[in-house]
């Protein structure tokens, strides 16, 4: 038997909270190879620069609420009047590429994915302490007192999300917690439930030997 060194990538679900800097690990991730960032599907209209394909898929409200019917969408959400969500023929198209697909998704939606797609892994950033995280706010220097205090006040009722990630990763130097991240999908691509090709090859070949 010929062993067929191609895997499927892996699902991997980004949360954390406002100001821990998840969205910045995610873009140094999607620099790597065989990664690609999931692009989701809206009904707004584009804005300049946008790329259809790229910035998103634009779709007609009809197109969208057909996608929906069709259970064609992962996950999805209704914002300022607008329809935003994920395409699972795109996700899964990456996936059987070999590609491990990120979606930087908040926490509700990511328990939803993980209860479609079980074998996705989730990965929650968080800063150091709560004192951390209300600095790195403030930093941002673009919110007000009030909206920075929500933001706080959110991130103490999301610590109940939490536990239900598979890894915790604390973000206190980018290129660290970057690393940290890659290590663990990588070491997905070797679970036994992805290598059941080479488990019957070695097999076969162990068994041949008389």
Known sequence: MELNSSK????VIISGFSGAGKGTVVNELIKKDNFSLSISATTRAPREGDVDGVSYFFK??????????????????????????TPKAYVLEQLDKGNNVILEIEMQGAMKIKEKFPDAITVFITPQSFNELERRLRKRGTETEDKIKD?????????????KYDYIVINEKLEKCVEDVYNIIYA?????????????CITNDFNSVK
Do not use: H, P, W
């Open 151 to 163: 933001r706080l006040n959110r991130a103490k009722e999301e610590c109940s999300f939490m536990g």
């Open 188 to 200: 997905q691509s070797f679970r036994k439930d992805k290598s059941l090709e080479l488990i019957e």
């Open 8 to 11: 499927k990538g892996t699902l």
């Open 60 to 85: 007609t409200k009809e197109e969208f609420e057909k996608m929906i019917e069709e259970d064609a969408l992962i996950e999805y959400a209704s914002y300022v009047g607008n329809y935003y969500g």
